[in-house]
C-alpha cells in the first residue's frame, strides 16, 4: 500500500509542477508520476526535508523540485526540436 500511495502523490506532486509551468496539459500520468518522483529527490536534496510531508515526501521542497525538473526537461526538448 506504501508504494501505491507514493506513486500518487508523485503523480499529484508532477501534476501541480506541469499546472505551475503551464506544460501540464503535454503531460501524461506516466510522466506526471516520473516528474514528481524525481522532483521530489531533487527537491529534498537541494533544500532539504522542511514543511508539511506526505508519504514520506515534504512537499514544498518536492513541488519546487519537479517544477525546475520539468522547466528543464522542456528547455530541453524544445532546444532538440529546432
Same mark, same amino acid.
Given at each position: 500500500m506504501g508504494l501505491i500511495w507514493t506513486l500518487i502523490v508523485g503523480a499529484v506532486i508532477g501534476a501541480i509542477a506541469g499546472a505551475i509551468t503551464s506544460r501540464g496539459a503535454a503531460m501524461g500520468w506516466i510522466s506526471n508520476i516520473i516528474a514528481g518522483l524525481? #522532483?521530489?529527490w531533487l527537491g529534498e536534496s537541494l &533544500? #532539504? *526535508?522542511? #514543511? %508539511? *510531508? &506526505? @508519504? /514520506?515526501? @515534504? !512537499? $514544498? %521542497? *518536492? $513541488? $519546487? /523540485? @519537479? +517544477? +525546475? !525538473? +520539468?522547466l528543464i526537461v522542456s528547455w530541453i526538448t524544445s532546444r532538440t526540436n529546432k
Open positions: 524525481i #522532483g521530489s &533544500l #532539504g *526535508s522542511w #514543511g %508539511p *510531508s &506526505l @508519504a /514520506g515526501m @515534504a !512537499l $514544498i %521542497p *518536492s $513541488i $519546487i /523540485g @519537479a +517544477v +525546475v !525538473l +520539468v
